[in-house]
């Protein structure tokens, strides 16, 4: 036992540093990493909290970033380094959890943890899924001991609904998981007034609540719109069912479905994917019931609300271990069929895992750093930087570490709203903005090459448009009256 958890906190160990080599070594921060960075840094709490709707994201990353830039302005340093830090202590959590506390053997554990979602998209990119898994696997730790610990339980599944909408449908399932388990034992009626059920319930209501209140609009400042033109038709339907789940499983056995869209041999394959799910589970009934109910609210979140891509459908995925847990702890073992199954979900998530470590070394994740740091070595700081689109700027702005502007306001910026929309300000507008500022020509940052119609006088200065993982290019300007 003790030469076992010896090897579990190695692997740990192990598994954290070859993330710290990856990600302060090779990964550039990009728009959506820097987005929560630059609200938590410039935003009081408070402002912070009333301003999550904006997102479409529950509180907990952001709070848990916050603390990080109020130690930042204290201390001073490089700002991605201390985003990068918070990350990286958050990933340090999840895969102590991991190895230490979930009783997996350990090469499962190890084929498991160099999956791709596990190691490279929720662990290396700098966003709050990080904290879906800490918090899930904790709950896959403690479901079953719930009548022991219903407390720790009821808190885990609040946290879980702070983090993303995908993760309160976890904590959903793992409610529904601890329902069947106490009517193993009582009936229905008898369960709930279980004090132990009434503490899970009583967790998992609050934290609905409180998501409910902090993320959902309040107000006609955002229309919440399907990411297609209708939810529930054929073609939503369908993208959703291909992505959730052989483009997740079997991530790089099909092209991106958001991106090729759907085809028959990807529905049929998908079909697969959950007939053999279903099979790998069957002998545990409650895991089985807890693992659809999940699948089922989110496909159905998908078809009608926001279908995802690569990056959310991974929370499936990561539900997927957690029952897999769930069903190890029941007493259950894989046959041979089972570990056909479980072989082909795995090899196929450590293949996507090394095509994105070789991407990552050998390219960038963004163009951003190189672009912010040629402006802060190039431009002096009585020069005014503006910028056309907010959005696609704001991790350059972060890298230069000064103010960029943004017309018409004229004001500075370090972060965006998805409600706003992209002003194109006419070149003699700029003039006007120089004019104001009393400088004799600005610099213009934009994310795609201006129209040399509409700004006859800019003169393009820089270029930063090679292959970057996330395609963010930047086209540096000049512009002045002469």
């Not at 202590?89 to 160099?114: D, E, I």
């Not at 899970?200 to 409180?210: D, H, P, R």
């Not at 570990?339 to 895992?353: D, E, N």
């Not at 393009?460 to 930047?474: A, I, R």
Request: proline share 4%; hydrophobic share 50%; with cysteine.
């Amino acid at each position: 036992m003790q030469q076992s958890r010896f090897f579990s906190w190695l692997s740990a160990g192990a598994l954290i540093l070859a993330l710290a080599i990856l990600k302060f070594g090779f990964h550039e921060i990009w728009k959506d990493e820097w987005q929560v960075w630059m609200m938590a840094r410039d935003m009081g709490w408070l402002e912070l909290l009333q301003n999550l709707y904006f997102e479409g994201h529950p509180a907990l990353w952001y709070l848990y970033v916050k603390i990080f830039t109020t130690l930042y302005q204290v201390f001073g340093g490089a700002q991605h380094l201390w985003l990068q830090s918070a990350h990286l202590l958050a990933g340090m959590g999840v895969f102590y959890v991991f190895f230490v506390r979930l009783r997996f053997p350990l090469w499962l554990k190890w084929s498991l943890a160099l999956g791709y979602y596990l190691f490279f998209e929720y662990g290396m990119v700098n966003r709050g899924y990080i904290f879906v898994m800490l918090i899930a696997f904790l709950l896959a730790e403690a479901a079953p001991l719930y009548q022991k610990k219903p407390l720790r339980v009821a808190l885990l599944l609040f946290l879980l609904c702070q983090v993303e909408v995908f993760s309160l449908f976890m904590a959903g399932a793992f409610t529904l998981y601890v329902l069947l388990q106490s009517w193993r034992e009582y009936s229905f009626l008898e369960s709930l007034k279980n004090r132990s059920v009434q503490q899970v319930l009583a967790g998992g209501i609050a934290g609905v609540l409180v998501f409910l209140l902090t993320v959902v609009p309040r107000s006609s400042e955002r229309n919440l719109q399907a990411a297609f033109a209708e939810p529930f038709a054929s073609d939503v339907i369908q993208t959703a069912f291909q992505g959730n789940f052989v483009n997740t499983y079997w991530i790089g056995l099909l092209p991106d479905t958001n991106v090729f869209g759907v085809t028959t041999l990807g529905l049929s394959l998908s079909a697969v994917v959950l007939a053999l799910l279903i099979w790998f589970f069957w002998k545990e009934k409650e895991v089985l019931l807890t693992f659809l109910f999940f699948h089922l609210v989110y496909f159905l979140f998908c078809s009608g609300f926001y279908p995802g891509g690569v990056r959310q459908w991974g929370m499936s995925y990561i539900f997927f271990v957690c029952c897999l847990h769930l069903w190890w702890q029941s007493g259950q073992r894989p046959d041979w069929s089972r570990y056909v199954i479980l072989g082909s979900i795995l090899l196929a998530q450590i293949a996507y895992t090394y095509r994105a470590v070789e991407k990552e070394l050998l390219f960038p994740f963004t163009n951003a750093r190189m672009a912010g740091e040629f402006l802060k070595k190039n431009v002096p700081e009585e020069v005014p930087i503006i910028a056309i689109n907010k959005f696609e700027a704001t991790p350059v702005l972060a890298y230069t570490g000064r103010d960029f502007y943004a017309l018409p306001e004229g004001e500075t910026f370090s972060y965006f709203k998805w409600t706003e929309k992209i002003y194109l300000p006419p070149q003699q507008e700029l003039f006007l903005f120089a004019d104001f500022k009393k400088v004799g020509g600005i610099i213009i940052i934009s994310y795609q090459p201006l129209d040399p119609a509409r700004y006859p006088n800019a003169r393009l200065w820089q270029t930063f448009d090679d292959f970057n993982l996330k395609n963010e290019n930047y086209y540096i300007y000049t512009l002045s009256k002469n």
